[in-house]
């Protein structure tokens, strides 16, 4: 049986072809879910029925690229561009390297190894421009989120968060939440229940709040909160609005609710989060659809079936590395667990395993992606080796005046 190295993107398309060719979804369809032009998937599809999910994979993979430059030439650009370049911008050095060195490399090659040599140059600011954002065309393209803290009881003077997650195309609300804070599990919780309800959207569009984006020390943009780690593993991407009038579907739905709701839960006498979700669930949500929803431009449902691969309890969960200590244990949160002997794994002391924590609580550990058997046991519990104290010496023995030997030395020495 042969086995394919893919990647969580090429794995995600392949039930997109297998819709495509069973007649599930038109070849429209399946070039946007895939954002692909029509002629491109109308190419990858013959191939996938001719050669399977293995024609997915690029032909090129692991092979070296024709056009690599080669690494004495770039050591001498980058000499260059220390020494006698060191205050060019990109495209001056690019002209300069070709008239004066002989040397032929594209600016943007250039501007890539300043970046990397910490070569600060002049850049011109472009002013900003705005201008009015079209609707997506279907519905499950693109969903806004966003969180507003606002006194949502009027009777108690504690500020609350309302996740909200709005279509782009329609301004269907698909899922409203009253929660304490924008943390990591409660948004984990509310995108759980989201898309077991919905499907994968392709795009979830949301500010640059440290939940959704770290920014502090990333210059690189190589790391990643654990909701965005959740979503890639899902499939979907996620992108972050440089203004909140960029997101202004959601803002100004939040306006709405702020007028609406805050007055017909006080008339209802809602007074309790878990009240206020029972009645977003029950009634409010569909009322306000039925209001202020509008229909899409063109007819369908973009969302994507969650697969067999997509464990979502263990994708919505917190991840932190621990070490299996000599005893088999690791520590987490200040709570003890014991891993068992017969794993399907192979582990041993000092190996990195991921701890991996549910919004409800639940803990599951691994390593490798292979699910480890384990118990929590309390810290009194734990086996430690006895320490036998050391035996006090004794004093030194003396004998009796009768003793034998006492009577032969004092006969000796006489």
């Known amino acids: 049986m042969e086995i394919l190295s893919m990647s969580m993107k090429e794995i995600n398309q392949i039930s997109i072809f297998e819709r495509l060719i069973e007649g599930d979804v038109t070849l429209e369809e399946a070039a946007i879910q895939l954002e692909l032009s029509i002629r491109q998937v109308s190419r990858k599809k013959k191939r996938f029925k001719e050669k399977g999910p293995k024609s997915l994979i690029h032909g090129n993979r692991g092979k070296p690229s024709p056009r690599k430059t080669d690494p004495e030439k770039i050591a001498r650009i980058q000499n260059l561009l220390k020494e006698k370049y060191y205050d060019f911008g990109p495209t001056l050095a690019s002209e300069f390297l070709l008239e004066h060195e002989g040397i032929k490399i594209h600016k943007e090659v250039l501007r890539l190894y300043m970046k990397t040599l910490n070569i600060a140059y002049k850049q011109r600011r472009s002013k900003s421009y705005r201008k009015c954002r079209k609707r997506r065309n279907k519905f499950g393209y693109m969903v806004q989120l966003d969180g507003s803290i606002h006194m949502w009881f009027e009777d108690e003077q504690k500020y609350y968060v309302m996740l909200l997650f709005i279509d782009n195309a329609t301004g269907t609300i698909l899922h409203m939440e009253l929660i304490d804070a924008e943390s990591t599990k409660n948004l984990m919780s509310a995108t759980h229940t989201y898309i077991k309800r919905f499907g994968r959207p392709l795009l979830i569009y949301t500010d640059q709040g440290s939940v959704y984006k770290v920014n502090i020390n990333n210059k690189e943009k190589d790391k990643f909160t654990q909701y965005q780690k959740a979503l890639k593993k899902l499939g979907i991407r996620l992108i972050h609005a440089k203004s909140p009038e960029a997101k202004g579907r959601v803002e100004r739905s939040f306006r709405t609710h702020q007028d609406r709701l805050v007055k017909e839960m006080r008339i209802r006498d809602i007074k309790t989060t878990e009240e206020a979700n029972a009645f977003f669930n029950s009634y409010y949500i569909t009322k306000h659809n039925k209001k202020f929803a509008k229909e899409a431009a063109q007819s369908g449902d973009l969302h994507r079936p969650v697969e067999k691969c997509h464990d979502l309890d263990l994708i919505f969960s917190t991840e932190e590395t621990r070490i299996i200590k000599n005893d088999w244990t690791i520590q987490y949160e200040n709570r003890l667990f014991q891993l068992e002997k017969k794993q399907i794994a192979h582990i041993r ?10 919004f409800d609580g639940d803990i599951r550990l691994s390593i490798r992606n292979i699910q480890l058997n384990f118990k929590e046991i309390q810290k009194q519990d734990r086996v430690r080796l006895a320490v036998i104290p050391m035996k006090k010496s004794q ?20």
Do not use: A, C, G, Q
């Not at 002391?349 to 924590?357: F, G, S, T």
């Not at 023995?397 to 006489?414: A, E, V």
């Open 395 to 414: 004093s030194t023995y003396i004998p009796p005046k009768d003793h034998p030997w006492r009577l032969t030395n004092s006969l000796f020495f006489k």
């Open 349 to 358: 002391p000092k190996n990195e395993i991921i701890v991996h924590e549910h």
